[in-house]
């Protein structure tokens, strides 16, 4: 006899059948999330999307525009894996209406519909499509826009990190090994191979030229090259064999430095991400972690615009941004609403060059606001301006006269103008403790094109309407990344690189905006775009 060990899994399956209507639409309530989303992403083209697939052979089970429904509301639903919108899938009553009656796709295919089908340039359209809606519902007018960033922890491995000062250093002193090596060869064969000074790197073709000179001495003298135990290598076997290595150290080397770009640090396993602090140090010992600065523009609640940078610091990502958002909005906010980390002369000029009023705080504003701060009298700020003579006059009623100017660069090509005054004689003088704590005479440096626009940028955030403005920007987008990562519990990306985490953003963005919508309706406030001042306190 044959034991059947099979464990009959319907057993009691009279007692546990599930009786579900044919029309599952009677299941959801009205007012379900949704059925909002289903309604909004109906009214968007997607002709872009349909054109990327092929008309030829097989089609795929899921259509395309179902597909693009299920990811975002999964996003809606702070579902990220493609494992678990394939679970959901086959298991939510609101992602089976959603199917329409289709067989759920497997995680495989989620995936590939993700990134490979879905181009950032056809998903950035799409979502413009759907600020445009937003824009016909009276919800956004595209006149305010608040600008913050936070830095998202990467999918790379923590200890995958390349250091430029690291290559720099280890640089270095192979270049002094193949300096001394150049220097016997030369020596030895009566040769004139450049030699380098101590900053001037060796490149790879110096290299090979010296290595195929070696090559050529192998073949003319016939000399075998050995290996192993109780074999004796001669003069050729090692030089030849020691600029084999260093030519290899040499190549990697400058492939580090491709994929560095003009950054100082990158990851191995996602070459996209930079090492930077984050503010989640939880060995509280300043610990650098592969990350992406996300950067994320929010006007009525809703974010308009999100992107992801390399860079650590703020700065220089605004014009990046901002020339992002015209292209795909064609169209210009009026008033640009940011912190202090965005300050820099580059953004001033920018901002002014295309008519959009500045609103940035000065980096310097919340300790301007001190009793103490007036008391520092070396700050430029505390002292007087003779426009007339080009001088500066000190709280001692001393001048401080235009001595030089210098020009510098920054990254991006921009070149900024700064001025230098000198004080003819800072000795014996009773405020210098407060003022100056150098042996020789105060000096100062300022940029008088930075310097104006600074006063313009402080005298619009100090009005009624700035004032306004600025509570706004720490509600509406300090208030999105508060959702997005302690509600959303979004804190660390699952996909690698730029492209991949492009796509990931711009989906969360529109779960975030259709939540955003279902919660004014819900809520009774469709068209308030600002939170008034009686209405925060």
Not at 45 to 73: A, C, E, H, Q
Not at 308 to 331: A, G, H, M, R
Not at 335 to 343: L, R
Not at 473 to 495: C, D, H, P, T, W
């Amino acid at each position: 006899m044959t034991q059947n060990n099979q464990l009959n899994n319907n057993r009691f399956y009279e007692n546990y059948q599930l009786k579900l209507p044919f029309e599952m639409d009677i299941l959801i309530p009205e007012d379900d999330s949704v059925r909002l989303l289903n309604f909004v992403l109906e009214g968007l083209d997607y002709r872009n999307l349909y054109n990327k697939y092929s008309t030829k052979g097989r089609k795929s089970k899921v259509d395309p525009k179902i597909m693009f429904k299920i990811i975002t509301y999964a996003n809606m639903e702070n579902i990220w894996s493609s494992r678990d919108i394939e679970k959901h899938c086959r298991r939510d009553i609101n992602f089976k209406w959603l199917l329409q009656g289709v067989q759920p796709p497997d995680h495989s295919t989620i995936c590939r519909f993700k990134y490979e089908k879905m181009d950032e340039d056809v998903l950035e359209n799409l979502f413009s499509q759907m600020l445009n809606i937003l824009f016909e519902l009276g919800e956004i007018n595209f006149e305010n826009i608040f600008i913050d960033g936070t830095k998202i922890e990467s999918a790379a491995n923590k200890y995958s990190f390349v250091w430029r000062k690291t290559i720099i250093y280890h640089e270095k002193n192979m270049n002094i090994k193949i300096r001394e090596l150049f220097e016997k060869i030369n020596k030895i064969y009566n040769q004139n191979f450049t030699i380098n000074s101590s900053e001037n790197i060796y490149t790879i073709n110096e290299i090979n030229k010296v290595l195929n000179f070696l090559y050529e001495t192998k073949i003319s003298t016939n000399t075998n090259f050995v290996y192993g135990k109780g074999h004796k290598k001669t003069q050729l076997q090692k030089f030849t064999e020691g600029l084999e290595k260093y030519a290899d150290i040499r190549k990697k080397y400058d492939e580090h430095y491709l994929k560095l770009g003009d950054r100082n640090s990158y990851s191995k396993t996602d070459i996209d991400a930079t090492f930077m602090r984050m503010k989640e140090d939880y060995m509280k010992n300043g610990q650098l972690k592969p990350a992406y600065n996300l950067q994320i523009g929010v006007e009525s609640e809703y974010i308009v615009g999100a992107a992801v940078f390399n860079n650590p610091t703020d700065s220089p990502t605004l014009i990046s941004f901002l020339e992002k958002l015209k292209q795909n909005l064609n169209t210009t906010y009026k008033n640009v609403v940011a912190d202090a980390g965005y300050e820099s002369e580059e953004n001033y000029m920018y901002l002014k060059e295309n008519s959009q009023n500045t609103y940035i705080k000065p980096s310097n504003y919340e300790q301007s606001k001190k009793r103490g701060y007036k008391l520092k009298y070396g700050k430029v700020e505390n002292m007087i301006y003779d426009k007339e003579n080009d001088k500066y006059i000190c709280h001692n009623n001393k001048y401080l006269e235009h001595i030089k100017t210098i020009s510098r660069k920054t990254a991006t090509g921009y070149s900024i103008l700064k001025k230098i005054y000198k004080c003819s004689n800072c000795k014996n003088c009773e405020f210098r403790s407060n003022c100056y704590t150098g042996k020789y005479s105060k000096k100062i440096t300022v940029s008088p094109r930075f310097s104006e626009l600074r006063k313009e940028s402080l005298k619009n955030i100090t009005s009624e309407k700035g004032n306004l403005l600025r509570i706004n920007r720490s509600i509406q987008v300090e208030g999105a990344f508060g959702v997005i990562k302690n509600n959303y519990g979004f804190k660390r990306f699952l996909s690698k690189g730029t492209k991949n985490i492009n796509i990931d953003i711009l989906f969360l963005c529109f779960g975030y905006n259709i939540n955003k919508l279902h919660s004014k309706i819900i809520n009774n406030r469709l068209g308030v775009s600002l939170f008034k001042e009686n209405e925060v306190d």
